[in-house]
Each structure stands twice: as structure tokens, then as C-alpha cells.
């Protein structure tokens, strides 16, 4: 008995591997054998420009503390905790100082007592701000589907 072991042409699938090169894998690749395509990585590290985006918005509460700095500049820091929502200090504190560092958002002190500070989005922050706001009517237009995907997930969490 014989088989044949040799896909078609027509099988083939191109991945990603973790350090960027393209594999060329057959879909049936007998015994895990793919072709390996070199491709360089960018002079500037990023693959693409959403990769660059993320890299600064990385995080799950940057986009939305951009998001509200964008819509209701400027804010103090306990109007951006509600705005927020479910973050703890230590965290929020965290993504502030991070999104401080990379120019994305700018903290005014007032030197007054009690302390007032004021954090708004610069410059950068608007134009990465605005980025957002498609995504953003995405996700109002499709709330009841990922509402959907949520208890999904949820009950999938619970069941394992």
C-alpha cells in the first residue's frame, strides 16, 4: 500500500514564526518539514505600522485611558480613575507613568495644597487618540455580538 505523501500546490500555507521570518509549511507536511523564507526584519524593528502603534498603546488600560483623555482633556487623576473604571491604583499609576515617558499624555502640577494635577494628551497622544475613534464605533456598533463573546468566554472560563 502507497501513499502519497506530497501535497498539492495548492496546500500550502504561509506562517509567522516568533522571530519574524516567514515558514512555508504544507498543509499536510508529513513529519513537520517546512521551508523556511528569510525575510528581513525592518530597520525599525516594527513590522508594520499597527505593530508600532500597539507598541505604544500595549496594555489593557492605555487605549482607554487615551481614549478618555482625548474626548475630555484635561482630567485629574480621580476623574480619570472613574472614567476608567475597574483599575486598581497601583495599575493606573503605572500605565500614567508609562504613557508620561513615552510623550503620550502630559501631567500638569499646579504646586498647590492639596495637590491638584491635570493629565491631558499631547500632541502625539491626539493623533494616536483619533486613531482609536473608528475602533471605537466599531465596537458601539457591535456591542450586542461581543456581549455575546464575552458570556462565551466566560462560561468557557468557568467550565475549565
Request: charged share 25%; with cysteine; glycine share 8%.
Amino acid at each position: 500500500m502507497s501513499f502519497n505523501l506530497m501535497p498539492s500546490p495548492s496546500k500550502k500555507i504561509l506562517a509567522k514564526n516568533i522571530l519574524g521570518s516567514h515558514i512555508l509549511c504544507h498543509q499536510y507536511a508529513p513529519f513537520g518539514k517546512c521551508h523556511i523564507m528569510r525575510r528581513p526584519m525592518p530597520v525599525n524593528g516594527f513590522s508594520s505600522g499597527l505593530d508600532a502603534a500597539l507598541f505604544v498603546l500595549g496594555g489593557k488600560w492605555k487605549p482607554l485611558i487615551l481614549f478618555h483623555l482625548f474626548k475630555n482633556s484635561p482630567l485629574r487623576y480621580a476623574e480619570l480613575r472613574r472614567a476608567v473604571g475597574r483599575v486598581s491604583d497601583k495599575v493606573l499609576i503605572q500605565q500614567i507613568k508609562e504613557m508620561l515617558a513615552d510623550g503620550i499624555i502630559d501631567r500638569r502640577d499646579f504646586g498647590e495644597i492639596p495637590p491638584r494635577v491635570e493629565y491631558s494628551a499631547t500632541q502625539l497622544g491626539k493623533s494616536l487618540g483619533a486613531a482609536l475613534m473608528p475602533l471605537c464605533k466599531w465596537g458601539e456598533e457591535f456591542t450586542d455580538r461581543v456581549e455575546v463573546i464575552r458570556d462565551r468566554r466566560d462560561l468557557r472560563d468557568m467550565s475549565d
